[in-house]
């Protein structure tokens, strides 16, 4: 969707801090970091949110969560660990209508969260 700022970034028309990329998803750094690595992975095709995601569509929840879980490797998380949250509607507080994960780690993390 040309209206869409993570659509804007998959087409490099938006500049990221980009840390990985393959043929289904681009990762790139928060602009706003919540922790001292905060990384968002993203469908390269326009997915609202992870309810929106069709049954023909379901490899692609996967290929999000392993390219997590390559992306904590580069950000040398894997030992210390991270959490993958992914916002969805108003009371998650989801800003951005392209779905994404957020990869946090660097710190310890609450948990509950607010
Ligand atoms: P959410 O609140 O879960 O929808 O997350 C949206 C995230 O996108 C927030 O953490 C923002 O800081 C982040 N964000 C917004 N605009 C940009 C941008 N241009 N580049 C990188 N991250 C962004
Ligand atoms: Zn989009």
New binding site residues.
């Given amino acids: 969707m040309s209206d869409c700022?993570f659509c804007q970034?998959v087409q490099k028309h938006?500049p990221?801090k980009i840390v990985y990329e393959d043929d289904r998803t681009v990762a790139?750094?928060?602009?706003?970091?919540?922790a001292p690595v905060?990384t968002?992975i993203i469908p390269k095709q326009h997915v609202a949110a992870v309810q929106d995601v069709n049954d023909q569509d379901s490899s692609l929840i996967a290929h999000l969560l392993m390219t997590c879980t390559k992306v904590a490797k580069l950000k040398g998380l894997a030992q210390s660990g991270y959490r993958i949250?992914?916002?969805t509607g108003r009371d998650?507080?989801?800003?951005?209508?392209h779905l994404?994960l957020?990869v946090l780690g660097g710190r310890h993390l609450s948990w509950p969260p607010g």
């Fill in positions: 700022l970034i938006i990221a790139f750094d928060d602009i706003n970091p919540q905060h968002l949250v992914t916002n998650a507080g989801q800003t951005v209508f994404h957020h």
